[in-house]
């Protein structure tokens, strides 16, 4: 503030001349420095101030002496309250008086008491602030719009994690062998219209897969990289396999999912310190036998994975279990023989604890084998013991079991009935004779 410009010009030489007033001076202005330009009730009392220390003045080059300035005591605080501009200026007069001499030490006390007792209401501050405050009530969420594919709801949590790929949450899915998190991994890229990029986690995968690096054939960019700067999902398949060292590397983008393209942040750098922003698209789905926070003894090749990498993954775990609805009304729909056969093998698995895995890869790779077997008989072929066919490929799978257990397999799923000389094409599939 500078109220001096409302002094006259032989004023303001007085007050060069008397050291004591141009102390007063001094102080006065320094307080009134704090005030902010833009207060009215600040206003008022600079105007006030300097009309007081004109009349002064005036007073003082009548006199030789300036009279010794008479103490007062500053009024007893008053009760919080607001008080309108016309009453502060009037209780400012009062405390001051007509013919009284008030240091500059009075007028600090004065005004201080007279300010402590307001109450600083929302519309007393100035537009900068105001403007400050009232963008930080204001939250922005980026959810980028997205047209998927048609598709039918019938794989479980395939809806939530779509919501998880669009919000930008990283997704881990966890399950034992065959209980197709890869499957459903791939379903969400399938139905979201993404290209996928996939990472096989295990002790041995290299720095260089995930952020690139230099190899006999040259530079060569990592998949991290490229899923991230061309919008592709990113599939961490048995991501606890993972070297806990190797695994690191990923934090950077994985804390970096949810923010938006145009974001200053967006960007990750590969190992020559190249700067990639991120691309709309990019999403991340990582699989696992087992929640990696402990060592497993079930799977020996996980490892117990850092606690900053797991948090990345925060609120999106899902865990994944054999689903028979699923696998009957999705993968094998009119199929029922051949997922009986297949959930047969499986319980007799789980049952006795072998060390074998029955998959939905397995049940894929059945009907698909089976539907070109009957496609061709339908063609007229005759050879059909050196094509592909559904018994081959339960014979293929029956081979990595020992000899007692494929006596036990082939008793449950009454190969020699169904298997021997290919009855099964002529029973009604969609059936379970099992």
């Not at 141009?22 to 902010?36: C, N």
């Not at 890229?189 to 996928?196: E, I, K, Y």
């Not at 279990?321 to 056969?341: G, Q, R, S, T, Y």
Request: aromatic share 8%.
């Amino acid at each position: 503030m500078y109220f001096t410009e409302n002094l006259d010009k032989e004023a303001l030489v007085l007050i060069k001349s008397d050291s004591d007033i141009k102390e007063s001076y001094e102080a006065i202005k320094i307080l009134s420095d704090d005030f902010q330009i833009k207060q009215e009730d600040a206003l008022e009392l600079d105007n006030m101030i300097a009309s007081w220390l004109q009349k002064q003045t005036k007073e003082t080059k009548k006199e030789t002496k300036p009279k010794p300035p008479k103490a007062q005591e500053p009024k007893e605080p008053k009760k919080p309250g607001k008080k309108k501009k016309e009453d502060l200026i009037k209780e400012l007069l009062e405390q001051l008086g007509d013919d009284q001499q008030v240091s500059a030490e009075q007028v600090e006390i004065l005004v201080k008491n007279i300010l402590d007792n307001r109450k600083i209401c929302f519309e007393d501050l100035c537009e900068d602030l105001t403007k400050a405050i009232s963008e930080t009530r204001n939250v922005k969420v980026h959810i980028p719009k997205m047209n998927t594919n048609s598709f039918k709801d019938e794989t479980p949590n395939l809806l939530k994690i779509i919501d998880d790929i669009v919000l930008g949450n990283n997704v881990m899915l966890i399950g034992g062998a065959g209980t197709g998190k890869t499957y459903l991994a791939e379903k969400v890229a399938s139905v979201m219209g993404l290209d996928v990029e996939v990472i096989n986690c295990n002790q041995f995968t290299s720095p260089i897969e995930i952020n690139g690096g230099q190899t006999i054939e040259g530079y060569q960019e990592g998949k991290l990289i490229k899923a991230w700067s061309t919008g592709k999902l990113l599939i961490l398949d048995e991501l606890p396999k993972l070297d806990p060292n190797t695994a690191g590397i990923l934090n950077e983008a994985l804390a970096k999912t949810a923010l938006p393209e145009n974001s200053s942040r967006a960007y990750i750098t590969n190992t020559r310190g190249d700067r990639f922003k991120k691309k709309q698209g990019f999403g991340v789905i990582a699989t696992g036998n087992v929640y990696p926070n402990t060592e497993s003894t079930a799977y020996g090749a996980n490892n117990k994975q850092d606690l900053s990498l797991l948090d990345r993954f925060g609120g999106s775990v899902y865990e994944i279990e054999k689903n028979p609805d699923f696998e009957k009304n999705v993968i094998l729909p009119n199929h029922l023989f051949i997922w009986a056969v297949a959930d047969s093998i499986r319980s007799l698995v789980e049952t006795n604890k072998w060390e074998a895995q029955v998959s939905i890869r397995f049940m894929e790779t059945s009907l698909r084998s089976y539907l070109a077997e009957m496609a061709a008989i339908r063609d007229g072929e005759k050879n059909m013991e050196d094509r592909k066919t559904y018994k081959s490929v339960v014979d293929s799978f029956l081979w990595t079991f020992t000899e007692v257990q494929q006596v036990e397999i082939k008793r449950v799923i009454q190969y020699s009935k169904y298997f021997n000389n290919y009855q099964y094409r002529n029973i009604d599939i969609d059936k379970n004779p099992l």
